[in-house]
Nanobody
Protein backbone atom coordinates (compact mmCIF):
# COMPACT_ATOMS: atom_id res chain seq x y z
CA UNK A 1 0.00 0.00 0.00
CA UNK A 2 1.20 3.48 -0.87
CA UNK A 3 0.06 6.61 0.90
CA UNK A 4 0.49 10.25 -0.03
CA UNK A 5 0.17 13.04 2.49
CA UNK A 6 -0.02 16.70 1.53
CA UNK A 7 0.80 19.60 3.78
CA UNK A 8 1.33 23.33 3.59
CA UNK A 9 -2.11 24.58 2.67
CA UNK A 10 -3.69 27.53 4.37
CA UNK A 11 -4.92 31.08 4.00
CA UNK A 12 -2.76 33.59 2.21
CA UNK A 13 -3.25 37.07 0.82
CA UNK A 14 -3.27 37.71 -2.89
CA UNK A 15 0.25 38.08 -4.16
CA UNK A 16 1.62 35.91 -1.41
CA UNK A 17 3.21 32.51 -1.48
CA UNK A 18 2.65 29.04 -0.16
CA UNK A 19 4.68 25.89 -0.38
CA UNK A 20 2.90 22.59 -0.56
CA UNK A 21 4.65 19.35 0.24
CA UNK A 22 3.86 15.76 -0.55
CA UNK A 23 5.32 12.77 1.23
CA UNK A 24 4.87 9.29 -0.16
CA UNK A 25 5.27 6.23 1.98
CA UNK A 26 4.67 2.52 1.77
CA UNK A 27 5.91 -0.21 -0.52
CA UNK A 28 7.43 2.10 -3.10
CA UNK A 29 10.16 0.97 -5.41
CA UNK A 30 10.13 3.96 -7.71
CA UNK A 31 7.82 6.84 -8.46
CA UNK A 32 7.73 7.49 -12.17
CA UNK A 33 5.63 10.63 -11.99
CA UNK A 34 4.42 12.94 -9.29
CA UNK A 35 2.02 15.77 -9.81
CA UNK A 36 -0.35 18.24 -8.28
CA UNK A 37 -4.01 18.74 -9.07
CA UNK A 38 -6.52 21.18 -7.70
CA UNK A 39 -10.27 21.32 -7.46
CA UNK A 40 -12.46 24.26 -6.56
CA UNK A 41 -16.19 24.09 -5.77
CA UNK A 42 -18.19 23.47 -8.91
CA UNK A 43 -15.07 22.92 -10.95
CA UNK A 44 -13.41 19.88 -12.40
CA UNK A 45 -10.19 18.64 -10.94
CA UNK A 46 -7.38 20.02 -13.05
CA UNK A 47 -3.72 19.34 -13.45
CA UNK A 48 -1.51 22.03 -11.98
CA UNK A 49 1.92 20.57 -12.54
CA UNK A 50 3.61 17.23 -13.00
CA UNK A 51 7.16 15.98 -13.05
CA UNK A 52 8.61 12.65 -14.11
CA UNK A 53 11.53 10.85 -12.57
CA UNK A 54 13.67 11.86 -15.53
CA UNK A 55 12.93 15.50 -14.90
CA UNK A 56 10.29 16.34 -17.46
CA UNK A 57 7.99 19.05 -16.13
CA UNK A 58 4.66 20.35 -17.33
CA UNK A 59 2.60 23.21 -15.93
CA UNK A 60 -0.91 24.38 -16.50
CA UNK A 61 -0.90 27.59 -18.50
CA UNK A 62 -2.57 29.40 -15.64
CA UNK A 63 0.36 28.83 -13.28
CA UNK A 64 3.35 29.07 -15.58
CA UNK A 65 5.90 31.48 -14.26
CA UNK A 66 4.37 31.48 -10.79
CA UNK A 67 4.48 27.89 -9.58
CA UNK A 68 7.46 25.58 -9.36
CA UNK A 69 7.26 21.84 -8.91
CA UNK A 70 10.12 19.78 -7.56
CA UNK A 71 10.77 16.30 -6.25
CA UNK A 72 13.33 14.28 -4.37
CA UNK A 73 13.50 10.84 -5.92
CA UNK A 74 15.49 9.37 -3.05
CA UNK A 75 13.05 10.53 -0.39
CA UNK A 76 9.86 10.06 -2.41
CA UNK A 77 8.78 13.58 -1.65
CA UNK A 78 7.69 16.50 -3.75
CA UNK A 79 6.96 20.18 -3.37
CA UNK A 80 4.91 22.79 -5.13
CA UNK A 81 6.10 26.33 -4.57
CA UNK A 82 3.28 28.74 -5.33
CA UNK A 83 4.13 32.39 -5.78
CA UNK A 84 2.09 35.42 -6.81
CA UNK A 85 -1.10 33.74 -5.73
CA UNK A 86 -4.27 35.16 -7.18
CA UNK A 87 -7.56 35.67 -5.35
CA UNK A 88 -9.67 32.68 -6.24
CA UNK A 89 -12.21 30.40 -4.67
CA UNK A 90 -10.69 28.02 -2.14
CA UNK A 91 -9.38 24.88 -3.74
CA UNK A 92 -8.13 21.54 -2.58
CA UNK A 93 -4.71 20.72 -3.89
CA UNK A 94 -4.00 17.04 -4.32
CA UNK A 95 -0.75 15.23 -4.71
CA UNK A 96 -0.79 12.29 -7.08
CA UNK A 97 1.84 9.75 -7.96
CA UNK A 98 2.32 6.66 -10.05
CA UNK A 99 5.13 4.19 -10.11
CA UNK A 100 6.21 0.70 -9.15
CA UNK A 101 5.71 -1.08 -5.84
CA UNK A 102 8.48 -2.97 -4.07
CA UNK A 103 6.68 -6.27 -4.58
CA UNK A 104 6.14 -5.53 -8.23
CA UNK A 105 3.25 -4.13 -10.13
CA UNK A 106 2.19 -0.58 -10.69
CA UNK A 107 0.70 1.85 -8.27
CA UNK A 108 -1.28 5.03 -8.55
CA UNK A 109 -2.14 7.02 -5.46
CA UNK A 110 -3.80 10.25 -4.43
CA UNK A 111 -3.48 12.24 -1.28
CA UNK A 112 -6.48 13.51 0.64
CA UNK A 113 -5.81 17.10 -0.34
CA UNK A 114 -4.77 20.29 1.38
CA UNK A 115 -6.91 23.40 1.26
CA UNK A 116 -5.57 26.61 -0.21
CA UNK A 117 -7.45 29.87 0.19
CA UNK A 118 -6.27 33.14 -1.32
CA UNK A 119 -7.92 36.26 -0.01
CA UNK A 120 -8.23 39.52 -1.89
Amino acid sequence: QVQLVESGGGLVQAGGSLKLSCAASGSIFTISAMGWYRQAPGKQRELVAVTTRSGTIKYADSVKGRFTISRDNAKNTGDLQMNSLKPEAPALYYCAAEGVRVEGGGMASWGKGTLVTVSS
